[in-house]
């Protein structure tokens, strides 16, 4: 079990600077933070194995045409591991908890636009599940490249600006070429992979991987995201709100949410409960604070559902060993 207590100041910065360009290179983020590379390369390998820490690449997305759904199992006791850990084995999951004191598994689930999540012809036909649950995202309000570490992160705007990279726009929907997929999928597994790797595994010239990776990333096809534990900020109280809100004033509510600082995701979906966050807190003294007051005063609120998270089996990139 990790303590906070075993991260200081230097790590959340670290983190912080990963989580505005997960491919800095040590030179520019030791730059930045007024440190030697060698003291940044010691504590990031470090985090890497204290924490758990892994640079993502994700796809958006709209961004090639797929959705993303919100999956509700309910299931025995019994079952609830043996479950998660295989929709943690899944390639179309990410982020697999167990919630609700081990008797609710919630995951995210891709598919191509329109079809649902294949997972969802073989859920049902599973022993011991009793209930399932499929909400689609319909628009995210807080997420992607920005996290939790963006809200909390130690660095100061001009240490931001100085990681920032170049800028980039969403162009709709992209089609990728066999080289974008190989690309991508060794940069799921590791978001810093160099450039030769890179090449070697799309069968391209470092320079074609370079300039296809430089693209994927301005064109906001390609983004990166962190997988650490969360005992390194000191937020180790997860929670899953599902919220009830009048339609007319669900987008304000739904942009109210990105703003909290204990909120690390927040989406519109379809189902009963139209508002979706994922909430961050120090303890449960901080999420009773948090549930009333910021949540309590949403424009619009009628309901609210709340699922604590006892189990984290997958993350956006990486499936865990359960304890």
């Known amino acids: ?14 983190l912080h600077a990963l989580q505005v360009d997960g491919r800095a290179p040590v030179q520019r983020v030791a730059d930045v933070l007024g440190v030697s590379a060698q ?23 709209e961004a090639v045409g797929e959705e993303e759904w919100l999956l509700r199992i309910r299931c025995a006791p019994d079952r609830t591991g043996s479950i998660a850990g295989a929709l943690a084995r899944h390639g179309e999951t990410s982020w697999v908890h167990i919630a ?3 008797t609710e598994i919630m995951c995210v689930a891709r598919s191509g636009a329109g079809t649902g999540p294949t997972l969802l012809q073989s859920l049902p036909n599973t022993p011991r599940v009793r209930e399932i649950s499929a909400h689609c995202l319909l628009h995210t309000y807080y997420g992607g490249e920005l996290s939790i570490v963006t809200k909390t992160g130690p660095l100061d ?8 990279p170049g800028p980039h726009a969403a162009t709709g929907t992209a089609t990728l070429t066999g080289t974008d997929h190989a690309l991508a999928a060794v940069l799921a597994r590791d978001g810093r992979a160099g450039y030769p790797e890179l090449a070697r595994a799309a069968g391209c010239s470092v320079s074609t991987a370079q300039r296809r990776l430089t693209e994927l990333r301005r064109h906001g096809v390609l983004y990166f995201d962190l997988d650490h534990d969360p005992r390194v900020l000191g937020r180790t109280k997860l929670a899953m709100l599902w919220l009830g809100v009048g339609p007319a004033a669900q987008d304000e509510a739904g942009r109210a949410l990105a703003t909290h600082p204990e909120v690390s995701f927040a989406a519109a979906t379809t189902g009963p409960a139209n508002l979706y966050a994922a909430v961050n807190c120090p303890d ?11 949540v309590a005063g949403l424009p619009g609120l009628t309901s609210v559902e709340t699922a604590p998270i006892t189990e984290t089996v997958k993350r956006a990139g990486t499936a865990l060993s359960r304890r």
């Open 157 to 164: 705007d001009d240490q931001v600006a100085a990681l920032r």
């Open 1 to 14: 079990m990790t303590d906070s207590a075993e991260f200081d100041a230097l790590d959340r910065k670290i």
């Open 100 to 102: 609700s004191g081990g």
């Open 39 to 61: 003291t940044v390369h010691r504590r990031y390998s470090r985090l890497r194995v204290a924490a758990g820490l892994r640079v993502t690449g994700q796809l958006r997305p």
């Open 284 to 294: 449960n003294a901080a999420l009773h604070r948090y549930l009333t007051g910021p």
